[in-house]
């Protein structure tokens, strides 16, 4: 069996974390934005206050639903799920539906119907399908995030911060599905039985107006305001933004985003062939190899701007010869603040054949083996 081992040190690089200074965006009475590939907080305003998220809800919803149930699976709309208040499919009672059309209308046209749906379906009915979220919500980190329900509608044990929107959002926007649905601008979806079509269009209107928007989704009732997240991705790397009861979000995300990306610029801190560590090979000639990253590392930082983060590596400690040039050797992590952002495989730099005595003790063992 393969044991590996782990060494951990720090890295200072040539651009510094400093505070996060908030931005012009009156609006919002709270809002975040950060680097999807760190989770690090690049600007905010009241992030850790807990407000209402309206149909921003919807994130958790389909990434619950994504996760946890086949997209082709075919789901029966209930009496219950048909008479869901505010933003709507218009299901009927006993239409039945795909998981990733239900999807496809709980993120473009924000349907609570649609949501209920798939909270019955997947958590046999809406107070489980809670539970699974907020399950997943203390997965993620969102830890002053609680769920009473899979749509939005307000409820007062119903909240989030603008801090736990991101990184709930900065999770979902792994998962490749939910990355293409909610960069959809419009989409036709049917009924599995009558196929009745139901045509598709996105609330989110920045998709249209803000360079490099990929998603993600909107929400509103009287008592939360508008809120809104949004992803951006420019030049290799994406930002997240998220305000809560904000008057003029569209606004707001459009300066915040932009500001993001004139002031941060995508920086490489690991080279792909970027010489590691030396690893020694027992019974090799050389005896040792280097192992160098197969991939580059690339993180956002301002000009100038440096922060210490940590190396982690883990190199199979039970090497021996021959190792062929290119053959992985284990893997390397970079964390911030405990928590690993980015990752890459190791390889061997050079070919280390077997020295003469390996070769002759190899050969012994095949021979004694056969006469076992």
Same mark, same amino acid.
């Given at each position: 069996m393969k044991r590996y081992f782990c &060494?951990? +040190?720090?890295? &200072? +690089? &040539? +651009?510094?974390?400093?505070? =996060? #200074? #908030?931005?012009?965006? @009156?609006?919002?009475?709270?809002?975040?934005?950060?680097?999807?590939?760190?989770?690090?907080?690049l600007y905010e305003k009241d992030a850790y206050t807990k407000r209402g998220m309206a149909s921003t809800t919807k994130i958790m919803t389909a990434l619950v639903a994504l996760e946890r149930a086949n997209p082709n699976d075919i789901a029966t709309v209930s009496n219950n799920a048909s008479r869901t208040e505010g933003s709507s499919l218009y299901l009927k009672a006993g @239409?039945?539906?795909?998981?990733?059309?239900?999807?496809y209308g709980l993120m473009l046209n924000s349907g609570n119907d649609a949501a209920v749906v798939l909270a019955e379906h997947i958590g046999g009915d809406v107070e489980t399908f809670a539970g699974m979220m907020n399950d997943m919500a203390r997965e993620i980190g969102a830890d002053s995030t609680h769920f009473k329900n899979p749509n939005g509608l307000h409820d007062d044990g119903h909240y989030t911060t603008a801090y736990d929107l991101a990184l709930i959002t900065r999770r979902a926007m792994r998962n490749e599905t939910f990355r293409k649905i909610v960069a959809t601008k419009k989409y036709t979806i049917e009924t599995a039985d009558t196929k009745r079509k139901i045509y598709l269009s996105n609330h989110n209107k920045l998709l249209n107006s803000l360079e490099g928007c990929d998603g993600v989704k909107t929400g509103f009732t009287k008592k939360t305001g508008r809120c809104l997240v949004s992803s951006v991705t420019r030049d290799g790397w994406q930002a997240i933004c998220v305000t809560l009861n904000a008057g003029d979000d569209w606004n707001d995300h459009t300066s915040l985003m932009n500001k993001a990306f004139s002031e941060y610029q995508n920086r490489r801190v690991i080279a792909k062939g970027q010489f590691i560590k030396t690893v020694p090979v027992a019974g090799g000639n050389p005896d040792c190899v280097g192992?160098?990253?197969? =991939?580059?590392? +690339?993180? #956002?930082?301002?000009?100038?701007?440096?922060?210490?983060f940590e190396v982690l590596y883990h190199i199979d400690s039970t090497l021996s010869a021959p190792v062929a040039q290119g053959q992985p050797l284990g893997s390397i992590e970079l964390t911030l603040n405990g928590k690993t952002f980015a990752a890459a495989g190791l390889v061997s730099d050079r070919f280390a054949e077997m020295t003469k005595r390996a070769s002759y003790l190899d050969k012994l063992r095949v021979i004694l083996g056969s006469l076992i």
């Open positions: &060494l951990v +040190f720090a890295v &200072l +690089f &040539l +651009f510094q974390t400093g505070g =996060t #200074p #908030p931005v012009r965006a @009156e609006s919002a009475a709270s809002y975040c934005v950060i680097d999807a590939v760190t989770g690090r907080v @239409e039945k539906m795909t998981i990733s059309d239900l999807v192992a160098v990253a197969d =991939t580059d590392i +690339f993180i #956002p930082a301002k000009e100038n701007e440096t922060f210490d």
